[in-house]
């Protein structure tokens, strides 16, 4: 891997000190950062490094998957990062910050690779950008990448207008947008599974699948994000983006070749095809829900206009499920449900595909049902991928349905933020979110936004601890089917 200097912007908050350094920390770890690497954190406060590398230190022992218990191997890491305290808004700090940049690689001896990483709220990336791009940050010999965190946008437009300002400075190839959801490790083993299972392969479509499931069900409420969440809802906040990756990630065709910008294409295809939603046909295809009282794993709690922060009037959306359709020959009639919301049942993130059950009436006259054939793919909590069959009980000699089971302990698994930026430093962009994808989905919720907007669809109450309002059962039911449950 390049040898380089990783600019972090925003290194003195929230996502660095529970994400970044713990990612970081795991790469050096497994040995697999570059040999020379120069970390440059920056933020509005005066700390020193030592102060950085402290604060860092306490980071890992809060926050890391594995204890940082061995002293040397930390002093080693921790060695790599240097404070440098910036007004983001102000030009001069940035010619200052070259001057470090420029230091530490000369006394390193390395190329001006430099990995841009903007952990910001979205009204400073703007001019961030432009004074990267001015103050000749963005120059030199070597490398220049960004990476760059949801939220990319609020709507297409200003999905558009973000997109035109970061390439001012950048090209689509340097940029990398975060979508966390691509780096689990459930998600990113999508692509293999076909891959490696001609079977698979050979039923991914819809002559055999009945239907996807993808659900994103969290038990947590708006906590204390209300001034954010109550802006955006469930639609802006896990549909536009999360949801909508595992969409297309389930339901791509395996390329020829396994690159990014095969992938990205495969990706872009599936949108392309996704059936256009119209505003008048919103009601009946997007259920919006939002959460009432009720009991989250035998612990009360209150509604949403309830939460702190949250006016009562708010007709904000914390669960949306909708029915999808990709009019291409692979998937032509076969639904695809999504569903995602807060303060739901449980913490679970999981894609059931539905085989066709040709067999059921057979069965049913002699009196004997079957259940369908499923797959499901299970990202969160735990890793894991089971499949369901029939089989005639050898001790009850009834036709049962078994599960054929793979799990693996989370605990173990890298986390998602490790994979992406691993993939990040060695320049491969395969599980980032790609520009015309981004605006594929925007375009595509637009038409939702503008129903909920104009109070077209109703607002559906749920129980908190519930899996969200009827009227989502009822959409399946519609299509004779039902969401499987864990
Ligand atoms: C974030 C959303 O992108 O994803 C949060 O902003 C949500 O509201 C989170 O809670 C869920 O991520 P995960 O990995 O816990 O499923």
């Known amino acids: 891997m390049d040898p380089m200097t990783f600019v972090l912007f925003g290194a003195t908050g929230d996502l660095a000190k529970r994400k970044i350094f713990p990612s970081l920390y795991n790469l050096f770890l497994d040995g697999k950062l570059p040999s020379s690497f120069s970390v440059i954190g920056l933020g509005r406060r005066e700390w020193s490094d030592y102060t950085f590398q402290t604060h860092i230190e306490q980071s890992l022992k809060t926050f890391s998957r594995r204890l940082p218990n061995e002293t040397f191997r930390m002093e080693e890491f921790l060695r790599v990062f240097r404070y440098c305290s910036l007004d983001i808004t102000e030009y001069e700090g940035y010619q200052k910050l070259l001057e470090t940049i420029q230091r530490r690689e000369k006394q390193l001896g390395i190329p001006e690779n430099r990995m841009f990483y903007l952990s910001v709220a979205p009204e400073f990336v703007d001019v961030i950008i432009s004074n990267i791009k001015e103050s000749g940050l963005k120059s030199g010999s070597g490398w220049k990448r960004l990476i760059i965190e949801k939220p ?37 083993n999508l692509e293999v599974l076909g891959l490696v299972n001609p079977m698979i392969q050979a039923f991914w479509n819809n002559q055999y699948i009945a239907n996807v499931q993808i659900t994103a069900s969290e038990t947590v409420g708006v906590e204390e994000r209300a001034d954010y969440y109550d802006q955006v809802g469930a639609i802006r906040d896990m549909f536009q983006n999360h949801l909508l990756q595992l969409l ?3 339901a791509m065709q395996l390329p020829e070749q396994i690159n990014a910008k095969e992938i990205g294409n495969e990706k872009r295809r599936i949108m392309e095809f996704l059936r256009p939603l119209r505003k008048e046909n919103v009601v009946t295809n997007v259920i919006r829900g939002q959460y009432i009282s009720g009991k989250v794993q035998g612990k009360p709690v209150v509604g949403y206009t309830q939460e702190p922060g949250i006016k009562d009037s708010s007709m904000n959306d914390t669960f949306i499920a909708a029915r999808l359709w990709i009019d291409d020959p692979f998937w032509n009639g076969v ?3 999504i569903r995602t919301g807060k303060r739901m049942k449980e913490k679970l993130t999981r894609i059931v595909i539905e085989f066709k059950n040709p067999l059921k009436d057979l069965y049913t006259s002699q009196n004997k049902v079957t ?4 797959l499901v793919i299970q990202i969160n909590p735990n890793e894991g991928i089971s499949l369901q069959l029939n089989i005639k009980n050898p001790l009850t000699n009834q036709i049962e349905p078994v599960n054929i089971d793979f799990s693996a302990s989370s605990k ?17 962009s395969t599980f980032f979110a790609h520009w015309k994808e981004v605006e594929l989905s925007w375009e595509w919720v637009q038409p939702i936004l503008q129903a909920f907007e104009e ?27 039902k969401w499987w449950e864990s």
Do not use: C, W
């Open 371 to 374: 259940s369908p054939n499923l």
């Open 248 to 250: 297309m990630m389930t």
């Open 412 to 428: 173990h698994v890298p986390e998602a933020y490790e994979l992406l930026l691993f993939d990040a430093l060695r320049g491969d």
């Open 152 to 188: 990319f946008g609020h709507d297409l437009k200003s999905a558009q207008d973000l997109n035109e300002k970061l390439n001012r400075a950048f090209a689509e190839e340097e940029i990398y947008r975060i979508d966390h959801y691509l780096g689990k490790p459930m998600v990113q």
């Open 455 to 481: 109070n077209i669809t109703p607002l559906y109450a749920y129980h908190s601890g519930s899996m969200g309002p009827d009227a989502s059962d009822q959409l399946l039911q519609e299509d004779g089917f």
């Open 335 to 337: 639904p695809f449900y």
